[in-house]
């Protein structure tokens, strides 16, 4: 089970919380001493279990982030990749030659 009580990092200097986070603030304070319970007040085992969570997630995201294309890659949805490609003449016999090169 996964317990969220940060934002992801998004490389961004993060400082003093905007008014509109207060409320967040809260709910996240809140949150955490639920999970301090549940370790029977254990704050060792809840910085493990937050620094392991921490670690997965960022994991996961390398794991994801490597599956993206490269940027400027074109990519095609099913419909545009089954569409049948149109040759010329021109590209058709230059096929045709570097086939029987084969």
Do not use: H, K, T
Request: charged residues 25%; proline residues 5%.
């Amino acid at each position: 089970m996964f317990l969220r009580f940060f934002s992801p990092d998004d490389g961004a200097p993060q400082g003093g919380a905007p008014a509109s986070d207060l409320a967040s603030q809260g709910e996240a304070l809140a949150g955490l001493q639920r999970l301090l319970e549940r370790q029977g007040g254990d704050s060792g085992r809840v910085a493990e279990l937050l620094y392991r969570e921490n670690y997965e997630l960022r994991e996961r995201a390398r794991q994801l982030s490597e599956r993206l294309p490269a940027q400027g890659a074109v990519v095609l949805d099913a419909a545009r990749a089954i569409q049948p490609i149109l040759l010329s003449d021109e590209d058709v016999a230059a096929l045709v030659a570097f086939l029987l090169c084969l």
